[in-house]
């Protein structure tokens, strides 16, 4: 890092963050009640973001030779030099800063476990196959990792942590599945024999489901679902995909975008978060930013570009993206917890359904926020506030603000959810929504 520092400054760059992360990562796949795949790499990746006259470019670097980093650099600069100017000149976060350690978010049983992973599968397959799941299938992994960062102003920290987290799926039978996630970064909080048994519940409520009408219904939206809408929320209060012209948010600073009851937090910070990290990726000290707080949307998150572009503050959320440089990210969204038991939510509904899962979430419209995605897993009629019976063949087709503005309740009972669908760990509550489209899958 220190080499690719004194080489961009030996060129006359202006500006420079060299990035380290080293990893260890272990992976058990799963399928039809076996283990069918065990896997265990280890990655190191070198980053380098440079800011000149500006311009910026980045890459990560696979060279470690001094001389190969130099001509790399000379590359990027001259790509720098045909290049259009930025909108603003800026320099990054003038250190140094002091990091404070953030607790929870590493866990040495974790980072020296060899067969606990294969057990937390076998637990969680039995706890499936006991709630009447015929088929379990999904992934399980745990990874250690470490990062680094120094910047030519000033900044120089690192930090480290572990995760271990199941995605399992449980099929009563081929057309009643359901799903249950843990995310957590050490055992203590981990708990895969839960994720089976909601995966093996709802896919034994789901048996022999039946053709739905579309109309529009009052859904309560199960923990997966609602993380998925969550995370579009997250990469829409992004400064960058704002600039960019795919964000929901555009021009609604200071606005009511979401119903009084809504209010939702990036904490970067969070003990046992997930996405905890003590210093974003230009250096800058990580904190707890307030996205939108009793439905008004409150701030954009900003890189030391888009701050600069915006005349804002920073929020400590630059991630390294080769194809963007620095961008801003959340890293732990939070949305905070309601009054309510599940069984409210189903009473408040009255007449409904309540949808735990979908996937293939497709927007047809990223500044106006109309979207669809495809039911999945367990999908249930709710009738006199009571939970019915299942039901099948659903596309949901809304609008994202319609939907954050229509929230009418929500419950005290919260989950993390991270998977495949769900970039960003997410702690969410279960969520009554007013009003939701509902079509046809096939439309």
Known sequence: MEQMLTAAKKIGVQSVAAGFTRGHERMVRFSNNSITITNSWQTETPTIY???????????????????????????????????????????????????????????????????????????????????????SGVATSHVWERFVLTSAGAEGSDK?????????????????????????????????????????????????????????????????????????????SAYTVDLGFSFFQGMLKKKVAADNFTLHDNSRLPSGPGSVALDDE?????????????????????????????????????????????PTPRNLILKAGENSLENLFDKAHEGLYITNSWYTRFQNYQTGDFSTICRDG?????????????????????????????????KEQHWVRWWEVDLPTLTPYALVEGVGITTANK
Not at 317 to 324: G, K, Q, T, Y
């Open 161 to 237: 942590g572990t995760g271990i987290e199941m995605t399992i799926r449980a099929f009563a039978a081929d057309d009643a599945a359901g799903q249950g996630i843990s995310v957590a970064t050490g055992f203590r909080d981990f708990n895969p024999e839960d994720a089976g048994r909601t995966a093996g519940r709802i896919a034994k409520m789901a048996l022999n489901p039946e053709q739905k009408e579309p109309g529009k219904f009052n859904v309560v939206f199960g923990p997966s679902i609602f993380a998925n809408f969550l995370n579009r929320v997250g990469a829409s209060v």
């Open 283 to 327: 250096g800058y000290p990580t904190q707890e930013t307030p996205l939108i707080v009793d439905g008004v949307l409150e701030t954009y998150l900003h890189t030391s570009y888009t701050a600069a572009e915006h005349k804002a503050a920073l929020t400590g959320s630059a991630e390294f993206e080769a194809e963007a440089g620095m961008y």
């Open 379 to 411: 999908v249930f009629e709710i009738r006199n506030g009571k939970l019915g019976r299942p039901v099948k063949g659903l596309r949901l087709s809304d609008n994202m603000i319609r939907i954050l503005q229509s929230v009418k309740a929500l419950t």
């Open 50 to 136: 440079l800011v000149s006259n500006k311009k910026r470019a980045a890459c990560r670097i696979e060279e470690r030779n001094p001389k190969d980093l130099k001509e790399i650099i000379e590359d990027l600069v001259k790509a720098m030099k045909v290049t259009p100017e930025g909108d603003v000149d800026f320099t990054l976060p003038r250190g140094p800063f002091k990091y404070q350690p953030i607790q929870g978010i590493y866990d040495k049983k974790v980072a020296e476990a060899e067969t606990e992973l294969i057990d937390a599968v076998e637990t969680g397959i039995n706890a499936a196959k006991k709630e009447g799941a015929a088929r379990v």
